[in-house]
Every structure is written in structure tokens, then in C-alpha cells.
T-cell receptor, first 112, second 118 residues
Framework: KQEVTQIPAALSVPEGENLVLNCSFTDSAIYNLQWFRQDPGKGLTSLLL?????REQTSGRLNASLDKSSGRSTLYIAASQPGDSATYLCAVRHTNAGKSTFGDGTTLTVKP | EAGVAQSPRYKIIEKRQSVAFWCNPI?????LYWYQQILGQGPKLLIQFQNNGVVDDSQLPKDRFSAERLKGVDSTLKIQPAKLEDSAVYLCASSAVWRAVSGKDTQYFGPGTRLTVL
């Protein structure tokens, strides 16, 4: 059974810092890994999707990496802003047609 | 493009009562998902539809939960009778396809329905 862990559960940083969020999974036989953002009281918004054959994906100030062999992914946020404050979740898809397993998320607070 | 719509946004009921949630996916999306998200946890898939057929309902507590997707568009999720542990946010999501092809399986989420069972 796939287990997805996100550490830390919460993180508080001052504005302008670069930061890394971690996601680990127990079964390396994955199809893709996706990072989502969730704002309080709202649904999830997809940030980046990495296929199993890829090592990283970038979008603006966000960079996600994937190391299947070690069962790890990281989300790097450059020059953090208060607007980045949210919960970040990673989700691992097992097969082409399978469901995704979500981590419990890291709640990020960026202080002005 | 309109997003995924859900109603109601909030619902408070007493245990043993019944409740229903409604979801309208993005137009043209064939795949619809219902997730349960307990406070402090990630979403857990309850059921996945492809058009109006069920793809995966392995984690749906079928003794009390039911879901349908008539005509392959809107969907309803029902709980009867509700228990205290059903208190959670129920998220609906949709995607263009259900197989992970060229990123077209990206899921778009609605705002969720927050259920409180007293």
C-alpha cells in the first residue's frame, strides 16, 4: 500500500526566503506526481505535474523535482511572498489508470 | 471557463440524519471524482466516475454512502445515516480523461462542502 508523507506539517518563514517542501512515498513504482495548493475553505489547485520519466518541472518561482529511486519529491519556492501562504499537498498516481494517493500537506505561512 | 460547482457549501446535521451533496463538473469533462478530506489530512478518494460508469469505489463505505452520476454530467453523493466521523470536507473534482495521458488527467477541484455531524 502506497504511503505518502509530507514533512514538515507546518512551516513559517519571513518574506523573501527560498524554501523547500518535502514529499516522500513508499512505493517507487509511480506513474506521476503532482503538487497542489489549497487555500483555506477552498478546493485544490494544481501547481506542477511531473511524469515518472521526468526529473523536474518549473513554473515561475516554483520548481518541483522527482527522485523515484529514493521515493522523494521536493517543491522549491523562490523568493517567498505572503500570497504563497497556503497548504501544499503532493499526490502520487500509481498507474496510468489508477487513483492518486495524497499526503497530508504542509501548511506554509509567509510573514511580511 | 466555469469551474467545478458544488452545493451546499456548508451543512450541519445530527447523527443518523441523511444528507446529499451536489456537484456540477467542468463542461465536457468525462471523469468525476468525490473525495473526503478530514481536517488536517489529505483528500481520500471515495468514488470515481467515467461518464456515468463507476471506475473505482473501493474506499466508499457502501453501507451508508452512495453516489450517482446521471447522464454523465452532474453527480450527487449521499450519506444515510450520517455518523460523527463523517464530519469532513467533501470535494468534487473533474478531469477531461481518466487515464494519465499528456497531463489531460489534471484534476480541477470545486470549493467543497463542509459537513459537520453533531
Amino acid at each position: 500500500k502506497q504511503e505518502v508523507t509530507q514533512i514538515p506539517a507546518a512551516l513559517s518563514v519571513p518574506e523573501g526566503e527560498n524554501l523547500v517542501l518535502n514529499c516522500s512515498f513508499t512505493d517507487s513504482a509511480i506513474y506521476n506526481l503532482q503538487w497542489f495548493r489549497q487555500d483555506p475553505g477552498k478546493g485544490l489547485t494544481s501547481l506542477l505535474l511531473i511524469q515518472s520519466s521526468q526529473r523536474e518541472q518549473t513554473s515561475g518561482r516554483l520548481n518541483a523535482s522527482l527522485d523515484k529511486s529514493s521515493g522523494r519529491s521536493t517543491l522549491y519556492i523562490a523568493a517567498s511572498q505572503p500570497g504563497d501562504s497556503a497548504t501544499y499537498l503532493c499526490a502520487v498516481r500509481h498507474t496510468n489508470a489508477g487513483k492518486s494517493t495524497f499526503g497530508d500537506g504542509t501548511t506554509l505561512t509567509v510573514k511580511p | 471557463e466555469a469551474g467545478v460547482a458544488q452545493s451546499p457549501r456548508y451543512k450541519i446535521i445530527e447523527k443518523r440524519q441523511s444528507v446529499a451533496f451536489w456537484c456540477n463538473p467542468i463542461s465536457g469533462h468525462a471523469t468525476l471524482y468525490w473525495y473526503q478530506q478530514i481536517l488536517g489530512q489529505g483528500p481520500k478518494l471515495l468514488i470515481q466516475f467515467q461518464n456515468n460508469g463507476v471506475v473505482d469505489d473501493s474506499q466508499l463505505p457502501k453501507d451508508r454512502f452512495s453516489a450517482e452520476r446521471l447522464k454523465g454530467v452532474d453527480s450527487t453523493l449521499k450519506i444515510q445515516p450520517a455518523k460523527l466521523e463523517d464530519s469532513a470536507v467533501y470535494l468534487c473534482a473533474s478531469s477531461a480523461v481518466w487515464r494519465a495521458v499528456s497531463g489531460k488527467d489534471t484534476q480541477y477541484f470545486g470549493p467543497g462542502t463542509r459537513l459537520t455531524v453533531l
